[in-house]
């Protein structure tokens, strides 16, 4: 299974940027997909995730900023971006939880790593 993340970039302060992230591989069921990220030296820390059923978990840095939608049928994760700050610099990962063959769930499961530098 893979995991590739696009967007990301560059914004100013008050900017919107979003991110997608599409699966691919032997997937025969989705429990959730999420959002991390991980600014220079810090710990990687949730941003947000959504289940199948279109449950949201959202980091309360993040509430009422950011929005994260699925798309099942495409095996993809979005993150709307808005009102960004500089403290949501940070490399941005991608993670799904989801079931293979012979019914193994698998927890642990990311994508590279999408860049996002919001300038003050």
């Known amino acids: 299974v893979q995991l590739q993340a696009s967007g990301g970039g560059l914004v100013q302060a008050g900017g919107s940027l979003g991110l997608s992230c599409a699966a691919s591989?032997?997937?025969?069921?989705?429990?959730?997909m999420g959002w991390y990220r991980q600014a220079p030296g810090k710990q990687r820390e949730l941003v947000a995730t959504?289940?199948?059923?279109?449950?949201?978990n959202y980091a309360d840095s993040v509430k009422g900023r950011f929005t994260i939608s699925i798309d099942n049928a495409k095996n993809t994760v979005y993150l709307q971006m808005n009102s960004l700050k500089p403290e949501d610099t940070a490399v941005h990962y991608c993670?799904?939880?989801?079931?293979?063959?012979?019914?193994?769930?698998?927890?642990?499961?990311w994508g590279q790593g999408t860049q996002v530098t919001v300038s003050s």
């Open positions: 959504i289940s199948n059923v279109g449950t949201t």
């Open positions: 591989g032997t997937i025969r069921s989705i429990n959730s």
């Open positions: 993670n799904i939880d989801f079931y293979g063959d012979y019914d193994i769930r698998y927890l642990d499961y």
